[in-house]
Structures are given as structure tokens and as C-alpha cells.
């Protein structure tokens, strides 16, 4: 064996007691999984380049800042894709691979936990977790806005009535439990 294989070969060996020892010292008796974690930031990051070199190669010039009401439409429909996929009773089978069932969670939702399983735990917290979906989501929605412009806003737009006719059908549901004193 030459000089520099032996150097790469005790060079990786303590790297990895190094992130064996940070992973020990970070979990502290809890079994958490970095390596997935890792893996999921490496694969937003490949998603965020796809989407900018889609962007870059569409050749529309990007604004000098957003408006105010594409955030807006772009925070409500974020909003409310992220809960349809994360938390829908209809998105379940999406979910089921990285999942189990666990209960309804309000009106038209279930609790799911992440499945222990290496390689499934962490695809599971995303996929039940919509604060986690929303970056996706909204990274997606952003990328669409300049692609697909008019398709993308009609959907934003129907996303955001049908945010608005949840926070009405839950309105309601309140108001005729308040009313009916149950």
C-alpha cells in the first residue's frame, strides 16, 4: 500500500469516529437519524438546483423583489397543499410506505408517525409534518411562478379558496357548536 492510501484510510477513519461521537454526543440517549437528516438537506439542495437551473434556462428575468400579493397567494397555497399531502385522509397512500396510522387528527386529517425502519424514519417525519412539506412546497410554487406562470397561479388560487373554505367549514362547525351548546 502506497503512502497516500494509508493517509486517505486514517483520514476517513477519523472522520468517521469524529461524526460517530458528534451523532452520540447530539442525541443524547435519543435515537435520532443525521444521516437521514443529511440526506434529506442534500436532496432539498438537488431539488433547489433543479429549479433554479429550470428557471435560469427559461430565461425570464427574475424581479427585484416579489410582490406583495404573490406572497401572499404564494403563503396560502403553500398553507394549504403542504396540510392536503401531509395530513389528508385521501394523501394517505402517498404516506403509507414512510408511515403508520395512528388516528383522525381533526376534521379530514390523521396522525401518522415516521416508520423506525432506516431509510423510512426520516421520509416519514417530512411526509407528516407540513411545516417540513412547506419548503418544498413553496420552493416548488416559487420555481412555478416563473415557468408556468398563469397555470401556477390558477392552482395557488384554488389552493387559497380552498384555505378559505376550510377556515369557513370550520367557522361554522364552531358557531353551531356554540350555538347548540354542545
Known sequence: MDTATVTD?????????????????????HERPLGGYLAAMAGFTAYTAAWTTAVRRHGRPLPERPEPWDVVLTSV????????LSKASV???????FTR?????????????ARPEHGK???????????????WVATALTAGQFLWPRPTRIAMGTLTALAGADALQLGYSALVTRTAGD
Open 9 to 29: 484510510s486514517r483520514l476517513a477513519r477519523r472522520l468517521q469516529g469524529l461524526l460517530q461521537r458528534t451523532r452520540r454526543t447530539y442525541e443524547a440517549g
Open 77 to 84: 397555497a403553500t398553507f394549504r397543499l403542504s396540510r392536503l
Open 91 to 97: 394523501t394517505s397512500p402517498l404516506r403509507a410506505p
Open 101 to 113: 396510522y395512528v388516528g383522525p387528527q381533526g376534521p379530514a386529517e390523521l396522525h401518522e408517525e
Open 121 to 135: 424514519h426520516t421520509v416519514g417525519e417530512l411526509a407528516t409534518c407540513p411545516f417540513c412539506m412547506s419548503v
